[in-house]
């Protein structure tokens, strides 16, 4: 199983990106699915998650900004990002709990994608 992370870039202050995370690979199906960031230093942020039914999460930093959905049948988690400020520039990864043939959930991180905002 493979997460597969897109759609980073540079983008100057209140722009827009989008992200993808596409899921390929032998499994049953997919459960949470969601977005960290880690900008320069240790700690990875939770930046928002999206359960199996579409109830989402959201970071008090990027709600009202940030809109997390996903398509279940191309196995696709997407992070649409508006109003873009400098602090959101980070590396972000999808992560995603898959359950296996057996009925075990694994969970899963995407390469991470790069996300620079600066004028």
């Known amino acids: 199983v493979q997460l597969q992370a897109s759609g980073g870039g540079l983008v100057q202050p209140g722009g827009s990106l989008r992200l993808s995370c596409a899921a390929s690979g032998s499994f049953f199906s997919i459960n949470a699915m969601g977005w960290y960031r880690q900008a320069p230093g240790p700690q990875r942020e939770l930046v928002a998650t999206?359960?199996?039914?579409?109830?989402?999460t959201y970071a008090d930093s990027v709600k009202g900004r940030f809109t997390i959905s996903r398509d279940n049948a191309k196995n696709t988690v997407y992070l649409q990002m508006n109003s873009l400020k400098p602090e959101d520039t980070a590396v972000y990864y999808c992560?995603?709990?898959?359950?296996?043939?057996?009925?075990?959930?694994?969970?899963?991180w995407g390469q991470g994608t790069l996300v620079t905002v600066s004028s």
């Open positions: 999206i359960t199996s039914g579409g109830t989402t």
């Open positions: 992560k995603a709990g898959i359950y296996g043939p057996g009925g075990n959930e694994y969970r899963y």
